[in-house]
């Protein structure tokens, strides 16, 4: 073994490259500039942490002095400037300058023809078109808008004096001379058949424009009362009424009952048929609401004593038999009269008898003689067979 080593050669140096060599002295450079920066940077944080320990202080007392000053400042009065005379007297005048400005300012719009300028429309109105309203409210085209703005109210009543579909109405006002009507109308209850159509009938109970047939809607309610008073009342109970229950009601009629002068008959867009008095419209009505869920086929509802249903079937038949009851009770009475009228043309014939002149003379005729006791022996056979 000892001869085996003493023969290897010696090892040979490693031999570097120009590049390698280059290299190696750049990272060298490389390590040694990064620890001057770690350095550097160390030293300047240590040199800042310094600086803002001296500032610290330094800020503090500043902003004492600051706030020193600041009390002496508040402490210390404003003096006053006296005012001159010049200023004094404009003070004075400003007031008046102004106001005087103002007048003539407005006094200059008035002679212009934009104060009488104004422009309307209006809201809520569908049967009164927005030139019928300016008309009715007796706005003239040369009258001031402002004038128009301070007497509203005025404007108002004459175009609801005028109208009759106006129920309600305000004016509104915007700049710069814009009004607008806020409209609301009175809706439609019943219509009345006229000759020319058909005239419409408020909830105020007033008529307006008759209309045709053709712009009827498809559900309405015709009132078949002649009297004006019977009229009034009733659109003024069907405005109080559910709209829903008053929508379902097709015409209104009298029911000519002799015991109950003011019963109505009214015939429903369902078929139904209610018969109420108009006294008690507002009481029993409402009720139909709830009777007609459980009515069937076409019924007749009778409010005139309590409230009962039946159908025309059943009092075509009640009829039937009270008209059967009548004429049975009018022939048993012709029957009685003729059997009493037969003795009182027995005594007619004997009074005639008795009349006779021949009789009164003393004569008597054999003729008449022979029929005197004819007609006697048969009322003798009458008389027991009654």
Known sequence: MAKKKKNSPDKEPVVLTEWQKRNIEFLEKKKIQAEE??????????EKKAQLQLDEPTEEVEEKKISKILIKKEKQPKEKREKTKRQKALIKALPVLLVSL??????IFFLTPYSKMKTFD???????????????????????????????QKHIDAI??????????????E???HFIFNVKEYRIIAYAEEKNGFQPILENGRRVTIVNKNQLPKNFLIINLKNENDIQYLVKVLAKLPRKLVKDVKSVSLANSK???DLLSIEMQDGNTI??????????????????????????????????????DIEAAEAKVKEEQVNKAAKKKETTNSSSNIPSTDLAQSSEAQSDPNQQS????????????ESSSQAEDQVPAQ
């Open 37 to 46: 920066e770690k350095k550097l940077k160390e030293k300047l944080m240590i």
């Open 102 to 107: 103002l007048i003539m300012g407005t006094s």
């Open 122 to 152: 209006s809201k809520g109105n569908s049967h009164s078109s927005l030139v019928e309203l300016v008309n009715q409210s007796k706005i003239k085209p040369s009258e001031y808008f402002l004038s128009v703005l301070f007497s509203r």
């Open 160 to 173: 609801k004096a005028s109208n009759p579909w106006v129920k309600d109405l305000s004016i509104q006002y």
């Open 175 to 177: 700049l710069p001379n």
């Open 259 to 261: 015991s109950t002068p």
């Open 275 to 312: 018969r109420v008095p108009q006294s008690q419209l507002m009481e029993k009505m409402p009720y139909y609401l709830k009777l007609k869920k459980n009515l069937k086929d076409k019924a007749i509802v009778d409010m005139e004593v309590g409230i009962y249903s039946t159908t025309s």
């Open 362 to 373: 003393g004569q008597v005729d054999p003729n008449q003689q022979q029929s005197q006791t």
